[in-house]
């Protein structure tokens, strides 16, 4: 039962970050692609040292194909994943 769980988990936070990201948009001249890119890489780097408490809990930790999070590799995973969030973001909006 936990990928329905962590589904609504990663949905709810990423409309939260959509919500501040317009938020944002609204208040600044940044361009939207440089914007939305530059939060989605921010947002990453400030919350990955919470990424110890996720990797010690997560129901996918040691399966073949998902790194640690707190390793290299778990963190240019992660990295390129929130790159890509902020490209697609910063091109939709």
């Not at 590799?73 to 240019?76: E, L």
């Given at each position: 039962g936990w990928w329905p769980v962590g589904m609504a988990i990663h949905l709810a936070n990423g409309a939260f970050f959509g919500v501040?990201?317009?938020e944002v948009?609204?208040?600044t001249s940044t361009d939207s692609r440089k914007l939305a890119l530059a939060m989605a890489l921010g947002e990453h780097l400030a919350l990955y040292p919470l990424s110890y408490f996720v990797d010690r809990h997560h129901p996918r930790r040691?399966?073949?194909g998902v790194a640690p999070l707190l390793s290299l590799?778990?963190?240019?995973q992660a990295t390129w994943r929130h790159a890509l969030f902020g490209l697609v973001l910063g091109r939709a909006a």
């Open positions: 501040a990201y317009h948009r609204r208040r040691a399966k073949p590799r778990g963190f240019g």
